[in-house]
């Protein structure tokens, strides 16, 4: 099967990747490993989320908000497209602090991000205690103020996915599952990549697997230096509309349940929950909202975050293999917008942009001098 650009890696960044291709009127097709993938899209929070965003790369923050202005009509243009609605919401988020050493580290964030984006622009807010009593009621006694940004807002991940999918096959593109890349070799000017599923060629690759991107980079010239970080998630049975907003560490789905997360572990490829991570997962939130210790947890699970050495993106392009692209983040719901409305018109050009070289992997090479 030939295409203009085969994208490998159907989770939620490959597929907006994808997506954004097929819309600009590219055949794509997407070589997907399946489900037995280590995926990042499953483990998501669902937040589309601003504040804090970039604080020592201006670069990330305004890409971030960049994507942000864009999720409004992107979610709309999905679900006029596909039927699917992603859930997403845009009443501004809301970052809990509870002691006043988290408070004053947040606030100084928020202080440098208005200083160096303009407070007007970025919006920032600083809330003491009593302002946030004023816009999330039944906070505990712990509480000691937040940061609330108005650019902030959520989304369920798995509606994003279902919808992106829909989407990319509508546009015409093609889904290959249990197609894991095992090799990638040039095909004339264009590439070959050989999976179980049979060998499928293109003129375009972009390589938007995950973790995965480490192993087959360097068959197109590319370093991709990307490690797993665990992040465990808590879902609790449906609860009466309680959160007229997200928070960092808290957010209230459209069906009510209660997603509870923000654990950083870095444990390889271990994607087991862990009794002792949960436990102090749900103690956070419990001091956040109290009443949320008469609420059950029905689910949990674990999934890796896809990490580069600064926590930023890794965008980049081959030199080597004219036509091979590499596409890196750990917010795939975020970037979401950026990653199908602006990242995927330049790969259809053939180049990224000048606005992306700060994501390159040549940072690295400075950061190490």
Known sequence: MTAD?????GGLVGAAIAYGIAREGESVTVLD????????????????????????????????????DLWPGFAETLCEETGVSTNYYKPGGAHICLSE????????VIRRMNQVHGAEHYGGQILSRAEL?????????????????????????????????????????QYQANARAQEINRDGEGFAVTTPA??????????AAGLGNRRLGPMVGLDVPVNPLKGQILVTERARPF???????????????????????DEGFDTRSKPRVMAEIAARAIRAFPFLKDLRVVRSWAALRVMSADG?????QSERQPGAFAINCHSGVTLAGAHALALAPMIVRGRLEEE???????????QAR
């Open 312 to 316: 930023f993106p890794i965008y980049q």
């Open 33 to 68: 490993e399946g489900d037995v993938a280590f995926r990042a899209s499953r483990g998501n929070f669902g937040l589309v989320w601003v504040q804090s965003k970039g604080l020592s790369m201006p670069e990330y923050a305004r890409w971030t908000r960049r994507s942000a």
């Open 133 to 173: 009593d004023d816009i999330l009621p039944g906070l505990g006694p712990e509480v000691v103020g937040g940061t609330y940004s108005p650019h902030d807002g959520h989304a369920s991940p798995l509606y994003l996915m279902r919808a992106l999918h829909a989407a990319f096959l509508k546009a015409g593109g």
């Open 101 to 108: 050493e988290e408070f004053e580290e947040q606030a100084g």
């Open 243 to 265: 959160l007229s907003m997200p928070t960092h560490v808290v957010r209230q789905t459209e069906e009510g349940s209660v997603l509870i997360g923000d654990s950083h572990e």
């Open 5 to 9: 650009t085969i994208v490998i890696g």
């Open 356 to 366: 992306l070289s700060a994501f390159s992997v040549r940072r690295f090479d400075v």
């Open 198 to 207: 049979g060998t499928f060629k293109a003129a375009k690759i972009v390589l």
